[in-house]
């Protein structure tokens, strides 16, 4: 029988690309419970999400951050599984949440990703980078590895049980929340090996030097909360792995045929 999927979407100001993300979600062949957490949008954000009728909740305020706002969205959620799409994310297919739901069939599983790629906010048929997550093993985390965040879908009771996004690690809570489900807590884990996740190029984290070492700053303290000591090269190591991810998509003219799969372009 498939599950419930709750999909959270925290949105400020996003009315250049909350129609994008909104249609994919629509999409969905596998229905979803969708939810809109908005810090008081002053564009026509809300008015875009008002014409989709089928929204199941909206709630407009002011939140103390992302991370606060998606932890009210998870407040509300009613799905057996949990999933958080950005408002300037969307899902590759009609059929992301029926491949989702088909993970969790199997009841021992708590949660599950995938890959993402990275595309130009201009020109969404040209991908910036590939983040092909590969399957997780017990000390993955130890060498900079982890999944992307909007392709990670947990169990609701999970939540309830180990806990939120903490709110005072500023970009690094969904690491950190990644770390201390699958590390510390060693919750099960499937990999889907594919492309679930559409995300424009860019971010919070990552748009400047002085903010990546910020971030790196943050992911120490991921560990530190949890108890969790890395080894020596682990911090330096996670934003090292980006360089795989470029190649990934300077390597293959295979960056035109994810682009055909992925159904950006036609094939040449």
Request: aromatic content about 10%; overall charge positive.
């Amino acid at each position: 029988m498939s599950c419930k999927i709750s999909i959270i979407t925290v949105t400020c100001n996003s009315a250049s690309t909350i129609r994008k993300c909104l249609n994919s979600v629509e999409s969905q062949r596998c229905g979803v419970e969708h939810i809109i957490i908005d810090n008081c949008s002053t564009d026509e954000t809300l008015e875009i999400v008002k014409s989709y009728p089928y929204i199941d909740k909206v709630v407009s305020e002011a939140d103390h951050g992302i991370y606060d706002a998606m932890n009210k969205g998870i407040a509300l959620a009613t799905g057996d599984v949990i999933g958080i799409l950005n408002s300037d994310d969307f899902y590759v297919s009609a059929a992301v949440t029926e491949k989702v739901s088909g993970i969790f069939d199997d009841e021992r599983m708590e949660s599950c990703y995938g890959d993402l790629v990275y595309v130009d906010p201009l020109n969404h048929g040209k991908i910036t980078r590939y983040w092909k997550s590969g399957s997780f093993r017990d000390r993955s985390f130890y060498w900079g590895w982890m999944p992307p965040h909007p392709t990670f879908f947990v169990r609701r009771p999970v939540y309830e049980k180990y806990g939120l996004f903490k709110t005072d690690i500023g970009t690094a809570a969904d690491y950190e929340l990644m770390l201390r489900f699958l590390v510390k807590h060693k919750i099960t884990t499937a990999y889907i090996p594919e492309v679930l996740v559409i995300m424009q190029d860019g971010g919070i984290s990552n748009s400047s030097l002085i903010k990546r070492i910020k971030a790196n700053r943050m992911d120490s303290s991921a560990w530190k909360v949890n108890g969790l000591a890395p080894y020596p090269w682990t911090i330096a190591l996670k934003p090292l792995r980006k360089i795989t991810q470029f190649m990934l998509v300077n390597r293959r003219s295979s960056a035109r045929n994810v682009l055909y799969r992925l159904g950006l372009s036609e094939k040449k």
